[in-house]
């Protein structure tokens, strides 16, 4: 399952000077899978599934436009931000908005500091909040499941946790290369802003370390 | 000295949310259904009779309780989605309903007579007279405190009566009398106890005025924020306003009750549970609050005294205080 | 044509100066146009004793005037010394008590005895558990709408009133805000709410007028008046309406009130009598209760 804001996916964005429209293919597949596994997610949106939500990663020259309806969710990548097209804007940087899809981090404590930014309909905001912590999405293993025949020792190596850093920059490395180099050329400055988001998500998955017990 | 042992009591706004509570140590998981019969009824959360059923499973195979909050005051007329959530709370044998309003109270001692009832802080019983009406009438087990008692008050209540009490310790604090507060739907429509829903999303709004963000709910002004400033949710009680020429948090601070401290002095005044706020919040609050009360907890167990908590950036504004459970606070 | 429907002037709410309490109520004895007075402190016990000495003149005064005379009691009871003042209150024979809190109306249970809007009493189920208890008249909460008033008039099996003019009374609290206002606790208030006989107003940070306070208690900025929709409240069957005394004239208050209710235009318009207080009727057409909404 890959959540759409998969920190792989966010950071091959970054990197590369994609047309929106190439990342669309691997997006929707993301989204299905995350609306296969998570179902409740879009349950819980309740009457709002209908909204269009802005997610705009400050540090990133993406936006998405999600729309959690359960029936045909929809979640589109966009060079420009089209504040207009949404209901809501969620605005942050790319690792607060990776907290709060953990739910690692408490949404009211990030919601009400000023690191994040909202507009609009505050009750579609509040409601993918809610049903975003309420869906346990698992990041690692998401990532991990990812790697089909790397999934098995990677999952061994998750448990010793001290190899997670490594791991996720390794594994950042391998799906950036499987999503994206096909279609683009390599340059050195770019793997260097490469560099710059692995330890990014090395540190947050350094802080992720005392995170609960494997769901049976 | 061997202390009375201290039921905690925590708050679960999903399955997730419930299972880390349960894994955290929680004695009791208290939750509410999906809809204005329960007091949090906030887009996104809560539970359906699925995911009660299985929320019931995964804490009685742990050990833990489950108590449905049905605490808000039917709708004259439409009984009906109030009296269907206390069927449903029997029928998956949650282990006790939470209860505010005096005709649901009604019914449910009538109906499920074998269904254990406490009573909700929304009731707002503060004496032992009021007490004395809930225990008679419907044989409660339990009054949850409304937060304006003192812990001396709250001893000496608790001589006065034969039953069990449940004290807030953590979370959220209404400076109202809960349950008589009309705060919330004289400015935007929706009120807690016909709702469940206090200073709603729906009517929030934030606008960017470049030198200050600004917070409002329905029409008001609740709050404004220098560049540099944390924000805050408009809660009501908890903006700023002018009064008498002076600008001030003059209902409270944006602050959280925090009573860590506190516990052995409740379990002296005879408190038999402690309640933790927040079904509105994430599991990570949830894991990381009822983990340190359970700490907490065990300590006074022991008779040691509970360690330091460091809740902070859980709090509302960073701010803590023992509300009203101290007389210098009035 | 002079129509069955009665009024009741609520307690002042407010701390007045004992004097000015003592000679409001004479001049309601002797001109207002209302069928009850319900009078007592029902924010905060400190008051009492400032006006308890002058109760008993009052009440002959009313009475002797063909009112109704009904005591009111305390909305939030904590203390022992709080509950001592109720039970002292229900404990006397020979006068209607107002309950405002559950506890009041257990002490009342069994004998006849009305129940103030402080009480929660949102549902049918609820005001039958009342009237079964002995309660024989309800004044309802602020928050009810006109739809909810019409399916509660149905077979209520007791008198419903309806709070029909005074600003709102939104909120209670352990903590005093009057106090809290002038930097001042509680225990040491200086009884600075008696500077603010119509409560002291609150204002947003954008400087539009809100909320009210009153030591204790929180009220609306805005007058709460039914004036326009008393006609459709009797249709229901509600025939019992509330003023609550504010620092303007109450009995031309009530004059007008009287008038509309008996089919007549007011002997005085409303805006003029209520003296810059704004007017709102929110909660009883479903709305914000700080509203106002046009008659149709």
């Not at chain 2, 009685?60 to 039917?74: C, D, E, M, S």
């Amino acid at each position: 399952m890959t959540p759409p804001f998969s920190p792989v996916l966010l950071a091959g964005m970054a990197l590369y000077p994609v047309p929106a429209a190439m990342l669309q293919p691997a997006l929707s597949a993301a989204l299905l899978i995350i609306h296969r596994s998570h179902p409740d997610v879009f349950e819980r949106m309740g009457e709002f599934t209908g909204s269009v939500i802005l997610i705009d990663p400050i540090d990133l020259p993406y936006a998405f436009l999600l729309t959690p309806d359960g029936r045909a969710p929809k979640l589109v990548a966009a060079r420009n931000h089209p504040t207009n097209e949404a209901d809501a804007v969620i605005r942050g940087p790319l690792l607060s908005l990776l907290d709060m899809l953990e739910g690692r981090l408490d949404g009211d404590a990030m919601f009400f500091s000023r690191k994040l930014e909202i507009e609009g309909d505050t009750e579609v905001v509040v409601a993918l909040r809610n049903a975003v912590d309420g869906a346990e999405i698992d990041l690692t293993a998401d990532i991990l499941s990812l790697f089909g025949p790397f999934a098995g020792p990677a999952r061994v190596a998750v448990k010793t946790a001290n190899h997670v850093a490594s791991l996720a920059s390794r594994d950042l490395q391998t799906l950036a290369d499987a999503l994206l180099a096909p279609s683009m050329a390599r340059h050195d400055a770019h793997d260097a802003r490469l560099r710059k988001i692995s330890d990014k998500l090395g540190d947050m998955d350094k802080r992720t370390r005392k995170r609960r017990p494997e769901k049976s | 000295m061997t202390c009375p042992s201290l039921e905690l009591v925590c708050p679960a706004g999903t399955p997730a949310a419930l299972r880390s509570a349960v894994d955290a140590g929680a004695d009791c998981v208290y939750l509410g259904f999906r809809d204005e019969t329960n007091a949090r009824n906030f887009p996104g959360l809560n539970f359906n009779n699925r995911e009660l059923a299985e929320g019931l499973d995964y804490a009685h195979q742990r050990g833990a309780k489950v108590l449905v909050a049905i605490n808000t005051y039917p709708e004259a007329g439409n009984p009906g989605p109030w009296y269907r959530a206390v069927d449903t709370a029997a029928a998956l044998e949650a282990d006790a309903v939470i209860l505010a309003d005096i005709g649901l109270l009604d019914y449910a001692t009538t109906t499920h007579p074998g269904l254990r009832r406490h009573l909700s802080v929304q009731a707002s019983a503060s004496n032992p007279e009021a007490i004395r009406f809930y225990v008679e009438n419907f044989d409660v087990k339990r009054v949850v405190l409304p937060r304006v008692l003192t812990v001396a008050e709250i001893a000496a209540l608790n001589k006065q009566i034969k039953v069990e009490t449940e004290v807030f310790v953590f979370g959220g604090l209404c400076v109202m009398a809960e349950g008589r507060c009309a705060l919330s739907s004289y400015a935007t429509g929706i009120s807690p106890n016909k709702n469940g829903a206090c200073s709603p999303a729906s009517h929030v709004h934030y606008e960017d005025e470049g030198d200050r963000l600004v917070s409002k709910l329905g029409d008001f002004t609740i709050n404004a924020f220098d560049t540099n400033e944390p924000a805050g949710y408009p809660t009501l009680c908890k903006g700023r306003f002018m009064a008498g020429g002076k600008t001030s948090y003059l209902f409270e601070e944006p602050t959280s009750l925090s009573l860590g401290t506190m516990l052995p002095e409740l379990a002296e005044a005879g408190v038999t549970a402690l309640k933790i706020e927040g079904r509105q919040r994430g599991r990570a609050y949830v894991a990381a609050v009822v983990q340190a009360f359970r700490q907490a907890v065990d300590a006074v167990h022991a008779g040691q005294t509970p360690p330091l908590m460091n809740l902070e950036n859980f709090s509302e504004g960073q701010q803590e205080t023992t509300g009203v459970y101290e007389k210098t606070w009035r | 044509m002079t129509s069955k429907a009665k009024l009741t002037l609520g307690p002042v709410l407010f701390n007045w100066p004992p004097e000015k309490w003592r000679d409001f109520y004479f001049r309601i004895a002797d001109e207002a146009a209302v069928d009850c007075v319900t009078l007592g402190e029902v924010v905060c016990s400190k008051r009492l004793p400032f006006f308890e000495p002058l109760m008993a003149n009052v009440i002959e005064r009313l009475q002797g005037a063909g009112k109704e005379v009904v005591l009111s009691t305390l909305a939030l009871i904590m203390s022992k010394r709080e509950m001592d003042i109720v039970r002292d209150i229900t404990a006397m024979n020979g006068l209607l008590v107002e309950a405002n809190d559950v506890s009041t109306a257990t002490l009342l249970a069994g004998r006849p005895h009305t129940i103030g809007p402080f009480i929660n009493i949102y549902n049918e189920g609820t005001l039958a558990f009342f009237a079964k208890k002995g309660a024989t008249r309800v004044c309802l909460p602020v928050e009810l709408s006109g739809k909810t008033l019409s399916v509660l008039s149905k077979n209520a099996g007791l008198e419903l009133e309806v709070l029909a003019f005074g600003r709102l009374p939104l909120a209670v609290s352990a903590r005093c805000y009057h106090a809290r206002a002038h930097s001042l606790s509680k225990d040491n208030c200086q009884y600075v709410c008696t500077d603010d006989p119509d409560g002291m107003d609150l204002d947003t940070l954008d400087g539009e007028a809100f909320l009210a306070l009153n030591g204790t208690q929180t009220l609306s900025y805005s007058c709460n008046n039914l004036i326009e929709e008393l006609a459709e409240m009797q249709q229901m069957g509600i025939n019992r309406f509330r003023l609550s005394p504010h620092d303007i004239d109450m009995v031309g208050l009530a004059g007008a009130f009287r008038d509309v209710l008996d089919g007549k235009s007011p002997g005085q318009e409303l805006e003029e009598l209520a003296e810059g207080l704004i007017f709102s009727n929110g909660y009883y057409h479903d709305v914000e209760g700080g509203r106002r909404v046009a008659a149709e």
